[in-house]
């Protein structure tokens, strides 16, 4: 677990663009049930999340269509206070099987069904750019 003043410039890269912070796997199930897109983003404290995602996750929201929900999850920071093992973020990742969990991520959402994951692998060493463009991709398809 990373202390709040630790991530909260982190987490700031994210909800000064639009993005809300979901806390609890309650808040995951909320908005996933919401009609329309969801980009969700597993945010993390790692060099590839402050370089390449949040970044890239703000640039894929330059384009005409964009996601209609825009959440973020912050991995090894959010846990219920009443019961520690239904963290949002693992909520969150239960929707995105089959992929494995990780962090950074990102899934796109439509009407609560995933459609569009990028995983660490497809962030770790590409620029921001590459992956508002994957994005940008997956919003005009879905949105």
Excluded: W
């Amino acid at each position: 677990m990373y202390p709040p003043e630790l991530v909260k410039p982190m987490r700031e890269d994210l909800t000064k663009v639009g993005f809300s912070e979901l806390y609890t796997a309650a808040d995951v199930e909320t908005v996933l049930k919401k009609e329309g897109t969801t980009l969700v983003v597993v945010n993390s404290v790692c060099g590839c999340a402050a370089a390449n995602a949040r970044p890239g996750a703000a640039m894929s929201l330059q384009n005409d269509k964009k996601p209609d929900h825009l959440v973020t999850v912050f991995a090894g920071v959010d846990r219920e206070a009443v019961d520690a093992d239904k963290e949002a973020v693992d909520k969150a990742r239960a929707h995105m099987v089959p992929f494995p969990p990780s962090s950074p991520s990102m899934a796109l959402f439509k009407n609560g069904e995933l459609v569009h994951m990028l995983e660490r692998h497809h962030i770790e060493g590409r620029p921001a750019q590459m992956i508002a463009e994957n994005l940008k991709g997956a919003y005009n398809e879905y949105c």
